[in-house]
């Protein structure tokens, strides 16, 4: 007796085809899927501004904010992790850079704060002999994985009179409540605040 080889039937081959087809799609799109990033999220650190009609103006101080230590003048969002360990933020970046925010934000506070000096900008002063200055230096000024964000540094006044330019230091913390960068942000924006109501107290005599 002659065998006979059974054949697959037709139709049951044509499904075969389909279901491995099926699978390669599938698999594909789970490939592509894994490989999109993540959105980006994007953060002013000063978000508005805030002005206040200018009366009893007798000064102008120009407030020139130094280059960034190179850890902060990045684009990414800075965390410290530990003493010697930062860790840079995939997909949290700064809207514009730090130190132009830091500056907006800071002249933007100082002139909120009192209503006879004018804190401006080197190329907004309209007296350009005026020599009076407010140069700050930013040491640190980043969150950290201890729950707190910090800002320190040191700034200094310059004027014709006084010829000995003394340092001041300045060092403020605020503790994270809320997990995320955008509260970080918050309350890196508060520090600000906290760093021009200590220059305008120790530094100047103003009519609030």
């Known amino acids: 007796m002659n065998s006979m080889k059974t ?3 037709l139709f049951i081959r044509n499904f ?3 279901a491995l087809s099926t699978l390669v799609v599938f698999l594909s799109s789970c490939s592509s899927n894994s490989e999109i990033p993540l959105e980006t999220n994007y953060y002013l650190l000063n978000s508005q501004h805030l002005a206040k009609n200018s009366v009893n103006i007798n000064k102008t101080v120009v407030v020139e904010v130094l280059e960034l230590p190179a850890y902060l003048d990045q684009p990414q969002l800075v965390m410290q992790l530990n003493v010697h360990q930062l860790h840079y933020a995939r997909f ?5 850079p730090l130190q132009a925010g830091f500056t907006k934000a800071l002249i ?3 002139n909120l704060n009192n209503n006879s000096i004018q804190f401006v900008t080197d190329e907004l002063k309209s007296n350009k002999k005026s020599t009076d200055k407010l140069i700050v230096r930013i ?8 729950s707190k964000v910090v800002l320190s540094g040191v700034f200094w006044t310059e004027n014709n009179k006084v010829q000995n330019i003394i340092q001041q230091h300045f060092s403020f913390e605020l503790l994270l409540n809320e997990d995320g960068y955008t509260h970080a942000v918050a309350q890196m924006r508060r520090l600000v ?3 021009s109501a200590s220059v305008i107290l120790e530094n100047y005599d103003i009519v609030r």
Do not use: C, G, K, Q
């Not at 949290?92 to 514009?96: I, M």
């Not at 040491?139 to 201890?146: E, G, I, K, L, R």
């Open 7 to 9: 054949r697959t039937p």
């Open 16 to 18: 075969s085809i389909l």
């Open 92 to 96: 949290d970046v700064w809207a514009e």
């Open 108 to 110: 933007n506070d100082l």
């Open 139 to 146: 040491d640190y000024f980043h969150p950290s994985t201890a």
């Open 193 to 195: 605040s906290m760093m």
